[in-house]
């Protein structure tokens, strides 16, 4: 099965073309060697609360991504609203990919702890708050990448809830 995936990038710097955005490229690369899946959206948008949420309801309703990846957002700063966005907008949470990922990520940071990504389900979409570094985005990501085809299976209906 080949995943449709999108990603979002939530950056006031990227968005203003300041910053590359190398943490979106390494989500490029493990979706595509990693999971198999195949890029159908991608964007970046300003830490604003809005267009985070415009951007995950298009991708997930207009784009039917299976999964949709964010990444920048996730800390302590007061722009960094990524979480809150996409609580507003899901329709169930699933803690657990979550927490994995800060406990994958901790193994080799104590700041990942820091991260408050959450992940959740909206409709039959998968999304998932990265964070904005390209060595946490790669740590967090691997960190469940192993899941990843087992909870979209099941999302799509493919697979049952106790299959595998």
Not at 5 to 17: E, H, I
Not at 22 to 33: D, G, N, P
Request: proline fraction near 4%.
């Amino acid at each position: 099965m080949q995943w449709k995936v999108a990603l979002l990038t939530a950056s006031d710097k990227g968005s203003r073309g300041e910053r590359e955005d190398t943490s979106a490229q390494v989500i490029r690369e493990l979706v595509e060697e990693e999971l198999g899946g195949v890029i159908v959206d991608y964007r970046i948008v300003p830490d604003e609360q809005d267009e985070i949420m415009a951007a995950l309801i298009e991708m997930t309703e207009y784009f039917q991504a299976d999964l949709v990846l964010t990444t920048g957002g996730t800390g302590l700063a007061p722009r960094d609203i990524t979480p809150e966005a996409t609580l507003k907008v899901i329709d169930r949470e699933v803690p657990g990919l979550a927490e994995a990922m800060r406990i994958g990520a901790l193994q080799k940071t104590r700041r990942a702890m820091l991260s408050r990504g959450v992940c959740g389900i909206r409709g039959n979409s998968l999304i998932i708050n990265l964070p904005g570094s390209p060595k946490g985005v790669h740590e967090s990501l691997m960190a469940v990448m192993d899941q990843l085809p087992h909870a979209l299976g099941i999302l799509s209906g493919q697979l049952g809830e106790h299959s595998g």
